[in-house]
């Protein structure tokens, strides 16, 4: 039990971590959902890009959708389907503003939570690894709010070490899988994988104009290297601190190649948040109280001038 | 500000002692690696499915031992994984990636001129670019892939309403490896088949 104990608790919330991370993922969502708004009927709706029919061929019908939500909105109201339809999206929206303004943000945590796994449900088809690692982050988050809304003292940095601890756990789990895919085929191993990768997503004239005269040891060694990587993320992320260093700064940087290469920037960017969150929780505190003593140093100097001129 | 914290003091105060939390909570965390792990496990089971996919000796012995039956499934660990979103597998661009690019495009019938699929942030064309992978792995599955053309075709068709009929062009073209890349070959991309398919109906 004392092992149990100490695992669980062994993360300290210094007061502020809690309320950027918060933030931080109801950002990430809200600019999630903001970046598809204009498209959110060519996607979502009866009449989107893919039918009810063909989803149903990937999501159990038991599962709730946006169409469940607005037949439900309709027979309720007797409100048109373009209303209704675009009712979910607006709480969303609104629930994601209500946590950043601090208001029963566990509620809205919830709610939030529930409407995103509803978006996903209904489009299998068009989603993709950012919007799985956002769910997770919204999930996530709804413990930072449970632990932010704690008062009783004995009880404070339970529930925030168990958030970083099932982050570190859901990590090892994505990276090794990731890797464990990848050792069963040829690609990775051979090396060819990430040349593969290029020419998928790149244009044939930048193909030609740089990425065809890398040396081809280059290319081996990149998918060795990411398949290793991946492969023993979560032996080297409990080896040693500075070995946990150096692995997370390469899955950064990896994620980073990913956003500038593939250009499926909020995928890379949750990862981002997700890794720094989950192994450096103590990082964004760091950086808030140096913008902070920034601040009050530049606040100061202006008064000074101030005096001066005055 | 108002806020819920009363409700958590509450049951923290009156319903549960520190260690049985603490326990609780591990218990979560058990839970939920299990159900993850459980989950990727069960993801690579399309392995089984597909004969085309080339293992290497270690990924033929995990293809015929992997569990692919997930009817016994219990309905909490699937609503779990839905709404924790750890209900797909990670192992993203594996075992091998595809050797052909593949393209879509839709070209009106009378012109054959290129229609563009219209989204309007970039967010959504990432989106786009997922499902066109999607439709690339469910190209073997003729009655699906063609559902998926039939739906985008529809889509296509009511928004722009003078627009009759539509082609559905695709366009396979074989990537080089790298082995053969160095041994002189200077295109990148060789195109060597071009399929059409009309959509109206």
């Known amino acids: 039990m004392n092992k149990i104990v100490s695992f669980m608790t062994s993360y300290k919330d210094d007061s502020q971590n809690t309320k950027i991370f918060i933030y931080l993922i109801s950002i990430l969502a809200l600019i999630n959902i903001l970046s598809i708004f204009p498209d959110l009927y060519s996607i979502y709706s009866k009449n989107g890009i893919i039918s009810e029919s063909l989803n149903s061929n990937f999501v159990s019908a038991d599962k709730i959708k946006v169409s469940t939500l607005t037949e439900n909105i309709i027979s309720l109201t007797s409100i048109e389907y373009k209303y209704a339809f675009i009712i979910p999206f607006y709480l969303y929206i609104i629930s994601l503003i209500m946590i950043l303004l601090n208001y029963w943000k566990i509620l809205f945590a919830i709610i939030v939570i529930f409407l995103h796994t509803v978006f996903l449900n209904s489009a299998y088809l068009l989603s993709y690894g950012a919007d799985f690692m956002i769910a997770f982050l919204l999930y996530i988050n709804l413990f930072f709010c449970i632990e932010d809304q704690i008062k009783v003292e004995s009880y404070k940095g339970i529930i925030f070490s168990f958030a970083v601890r099932l982050m570190q756990i859901q990590l090892c789990i994505i990276y090794f899988f990731g890797g464990f895919g990848k050792v069963l085929g040829f690609d990775w191993l051979d090396g060819n994988a990430i040349w593969l990768c290029v020419n998928h997503y790149l244009d044939e004239k930048v193909i030609n104009s740089f990425f065809a005269h890398i040396p081809k040891f280059i290319y081996q060694l990149a998918s060795l290297h990411v398949t290793i990587l991946e492969l023993l993320f979560p032996i080297f992320v409990f080896l040693s601190k500075n070995i946990r260093k150096w692995t997370v700064i390469n899955i950064i940087i990896m994620h980073i190649v990913i956003a500038l290469v593939i250009k499926i920037y909020t995928f890379s960017i949750a990862m981002l948040l997700f890794n720094i969150i989950a192994f450096y929780p103590g990082k964004f505190s760091i950086l808030m109280k140096y913008l902070d003593e920034k601040r009050s140093v530049i606040f100061k100097q202006k008064n000074k001038n101030n005096e001066v001129t005055t | ?201």
């Open chain 2, 1 to 201: 500000m108002m806020d819920s914290s009363f409700i958590i003091t509450f049951i923290l105060k009156f319903s549960m002692k520190k260690n049985t939390w603490i326990f609780f909570i591990f218990f979560i965390l058990i839970f939920h690696a299990i159900v993850s792990i459980t989950n990727n496990i069960y993801s690579l089971g399309y392995f089984k499915d597909i004969k085309k996919i080339a293992l290497n000796p270690v990924g033929k012995i995990y293809a015929q031992i992997v569990p692919t039956d997930t009817s016994y499934y219990p309905d909490i660990i699937m609503y779990y994984s839905n709404y924790a979103g750890i209900d797909r597998g990670y192992a993203f661009y594996s075992p091998n990636l595809n050797r052909n690019k593949i393209e879509y495009s839709f070209t009106t019938n009378s012109t054959n001129t290129p229609i563009p699929i219209s989204f309007n942030t970039k967010e959504s064309n990432v989106k786009y670019m997922s499902m066109s992978i999607n439709l690339t792995n469910m190209f073997d599955n003729r009655k699906k892939r063609n559902k998926l053309v039939k739906d985008i075709s529809i889509f296509m068709l009511n928004q722009n309403k003078e627009i009759k009929d539509m082609n559905f062009i695709v366009s396979v073209r074989r990537i080089r490896l790298l082995d053969e890349k160095y041994q002189g070959n200077k295109k990148s991309i060789n195109a060597y088949n071009i399929k059409k398919l009309n959509t109206h109906e």
